[in-house]
């Protein structure tokens, strides 16, 4: 048997290192895979040093934006009337391939979890022709099952009822059994079921979205949406275990045809099959007086990093005060950069999280990225029981609502959805609500960090949030 010397592996190392910057090189330019420079750098360095780990994990998880993103079919820019007079926010997510603003009403934002559940299910009910929902996890619990069997009475009445769930979320939510929807006739999609995956080099990527949408294009079209997922922990809890902080919302009208068209475009793509959705391109542009929002959607089928985008502007913008609140904040350099200018010139930014949040990774990544915002005059607080809301409000000019959280996995590589609200008065009502949480919050006192933590939080925030 012949035996492998110092200068055969040395040989086959240098043959797969090429080997895995050729493909990396061929990927990112062929699927225009634009990347932040760490992660670039990062992925360099692992074909670099660990040929053999870095291809086949390159493979894997190694892109980020399909080689052609879905187009909104209520994106058109030659019905969007020119003009000064148009708010900023509006006409930068109309610039990134957003649809313009369509009108709703009866906006409520839920005080609480048993709000916030009152509210799912009397959409879930009042539903009497379509009702399309996706969720990141289903919890098997007695929750999900509230949940799931409201969704099989109604496929029972005749109400066409789909259902969108994603692969990994669903392992996350305990698998929860789904043949009694199936009987009932939902129909149910996977979106990227992780051993049976339909995105080759894109396992990855998972949709973070949450939404349901009832009726849409009829006359009572409502949307729920907001942080939530459809598990004990995010509404009323379980015996023990208090209920996560969260925000949700629902609301009426033809913005929630904008929701139904994106939840058409994922349905599309997970499932394969299904008409288009034609009563989505009708959604009329609101009108001057109108309470107006728009569907903002994030993620590998936009050709931008839309939100990213969208936040990085907000903070240029901003003239008096920007608030954010996540559970998990692990900053890109851009946005970094952009909030602690808004600092600096000024504006009072507050940025609201749990002290402690699930997941202990984040909790460690995040102190580079709010070091740096403390050092430059953002208020951080810190709330004392695990917060999971996702909330950006700027002056009295934008409130974004929905599921995406501040960081580099949920602003590049998640699929999200935020709702924009350009209503002055509906923005009052979020910052109000953001200023409610913030009462109870205590202030983040910041502090140097030593060597072995500084290393630890550079590996945690290579490897989990940039890769």
């Keep these: 048997m012949p035996v492998l010397t110092l200068s055969h592996w040395l040989s086959l190392h240098?043959?797969?290192?090429?080997?895995?910057?050729?493909?990396?090189?061929?990927?990112?330019?062929v699927l225009q895979q634009r990347r932040h420079p760490s992660a670039a750098i990062g992925w360099v360095l692992f074909m670099l040093l660990l040929p053999f780990a870095a291809l086949p994990l390159y493979l894997l998880f190694g892109t980020r934006k399909l080689a052609r993103a879905s187009p909104s079919t209520l994106t058109d820019h030659a019905a969007w009337p020119p003009g000064d007079d148009i708010a900023w926010p509006a006409r930068t997510a109309i610039a990134l391939e957003q649809p313009p603003p369509a009108a709703y009403r009866?906006?409520?934002?839920?005080?609480?979890?048993?709000?916030?559940?009152?509210?799912?299910?009397?959409?879930?009910?009042?539903?009497?022709?379509?009702?399309?929902?996706?969720?990141?996890?289903?919890?098997?619990?007695?929750?999900?099952?509230?949940?799931?069997?409201?969704?099989?009475?109604?496929?029972?009445?005749?109400?066409?009822?789909?259902?969108?769930?994603?692969?990994?979320?669903?392992?996350?939510?305990?698998?929860?059994?789904?043949?009694?929807?199936?009987?009932?006739?939902?129909?149910?999609?996977?979106?990227?079921?992780?051993?049976?995956?339909?995105?080759?080099?894109?396992?990855?990527?998972?949709?973070?979205?949450?939404?349901?949408?009832?009726?849409?294009?009829h006359v009572a079209e409502r949307l729920w949406s907001g942080g939530r997922?459809?598990?004990?922990?995010?509404?009323?809890?379980?015996?023990?275990?208090?209920?996560?902080?969260?925000?949700?919302?629902?609301?009426?009208?033809?913005?929630?045809?904008?929701?139904?068209?994106?939840?058409?475009?994922?349905?599309?793509?997970?499932?394969?099959?299904?008409?288009?959705?034609?009563h989505a391109r009708t959604a009329p542009i609101a009108a001057p007086g109108e309470s107006a929002g728009q569907v903002i959607a994030s993620g590998p089928d936009q050709a931008n990093d839309t939100l990213q985008a969208l936040l990085v502007s907000a903070a240029c913008r901003a003239c008096a005060r920007m608030m954010l609140v996540s559970p998990y904040v692990v900053l890109d350099d851009a946005l970094l950069m952009a909030l602690t200018l808004a600092a600096r010139r000024g504006v009072q930014v507050d940025l609201l999280l749990p002290a402690r949040s699930n997941h202990r990774l984040a909790d460690i990544a995040r102190h580079r990225s709010l070091r740096a915002l403390a050092g430059a005059g953002v208020r951080i607080w810190l709330a004392p029981r695990m917060l999971h809301a996702k909330a950006v409000i700027v002056d009295e000019a934008l409130a974004l609502a929905g599921s995406a959280n501040l960081d580099s996995r949920s602003l590049f590589l998640n699929y999200e959805l935020m709702v924009a609200f350009h209503d002055a008065r509906d923005i009052a009502r979020y910052a109000a609500w953001f200023d409610l949480e913030r009462n109870t919050a205590r202030r983040y006192v910041a502090q140097p960090p030593g060597l072995w933590r500084d290393l630890g939080e550079g590996l945690v925030l290579w490897l989990g949030f940039q890769l």
């Design 14 to 29: 240098g043959l797969l290192t090429v080997a895995g910057l050729l493909v990396y090189v061929v990927v990112s330019h």
């Design 106 to 217: 009866d906006l409520h934002i839920h005080a609480d979890g048993a709000q916030a559940l009152h509210a799912l299910l009397e959409v879930i009910d009042g539903a009497r022709h379509t009702l399309d929902l996706c969720t990141f996890i289903l919890g098997r619990d007695a929750l999900g099952a509230a949940v799931s069997a409201r969704l099989a009475a109604r496929a029972r009445a005749g109400v066409r009822v789909r259902l969108l769930l994603d692969g990994v979320g669903r392992m996350l939510g305990g698998r929860p059994d789904l043949s009694a929807l199936a009987q009932a006739g939902v129909r149910i999609g996977l979106f990227v079921p992780p051993l049976h995956s339909p995105l080759k080099g894109r396992t990855n990527l998972r949709n973070h979205r949450k939404l349901v949408v009832a009726d849409a294009g």
């Design 229 to 278: 997922n459809l598990a004990a922990e995010y509404f009323e809890g379980q015996p023990g275990h208090a209920a996560w902080r969260d925000l949700s919302f629902d609301l009426q009208g033809p913005l929630a045809r904008q929701a139904a068209d994106l939840f058409q475009r994922d349905w599309l793509f997970a499932v394969g099959d299904g008409p288009p959705s034609a």
